[in-house]
């Protein structure tokens, strides 16, 4: 059977900033806060917490699949990746991404944009699991950021037996 990780890809976004986390929540702990609500992570080569996601993934006590474009990219993700905790994919120019609309060689990584479409998120969604590996990640792509289709997404795959 295979496994698909969902999450957001702008985890960063103001817009997620202002109303996904509580105002008053330290912003030490969004990670923390996001993990326990998502099990994929994208980590963008901007981003300016790179080292307090690392320490939460050495922390973590579930497996996470995590995104880590080439700009973001260190030693110690190397070495995160190599103790097998957790999926670490290192994304490159030649790092395939699927899409909805895009012909691609097969991927571990996909995007969707939000969307409130029960068809289209499972159209997508099985189109996506029919050319992946066993295990693989399925974000969703946008600003502002839709924590509701990672959510539909979640019902569908649980739904799907996934």
């Keep these: 059977m295979k496994a698909v990780h969902l ?3 702008q985890r960063r976004s103001p817009a997620l900033e202002s109303s996904f986390f509580d105002p008053e929540m330290p ?5 923390a806060f996001l993990l326990n609500e998502q099990d994929a992570l ?18 973590s ?27 670490i994919v290192r ?8 899409r909805p609309d895009t012909e691609t ?3 571990v990584i996909g995007l969707v944009p939000a969307s409130d479409r029960p068809a289209d998120l499972h159209a997508w ?19 502002p950021p839709s ?6 997404l979640r019902t569908l795959a649980e739904l799907m037996g996934r």
């Design 7 to 9: 999450g957001l890809r």
């Design 27 to 31: 912003v030490e702990w969004r990670v």
């Design 42 to 59: 994208w980590v963008a080569g901007d981003d300016p917490d790179v080292e307090t996601v690392l320490a939460e993934l050495r922390d």
């Design 61 to 87: 006590p579930s497996a996470v699949f995590v995104v880590v474009e080439e700009a973001a990219w260190s030693p110690a993700w190397a070495a995160l990746a190599e103790a097998g905790q957790h999926a």
């Design 91 to 98: 994304l490159d120019e030649s790092t395939p991404v699927w």
């Design 105 to 107: 060689a097969p991927a």
């Design 125 to 143: 969604l099985s189109a996506f699991l029919d050319q992946a590996p066993a295990e693989a990640a399925l974000f969703v792509d946008g600003e």
């Design 147 to 152: 924590v509701a289709t990672v959510d539909r």
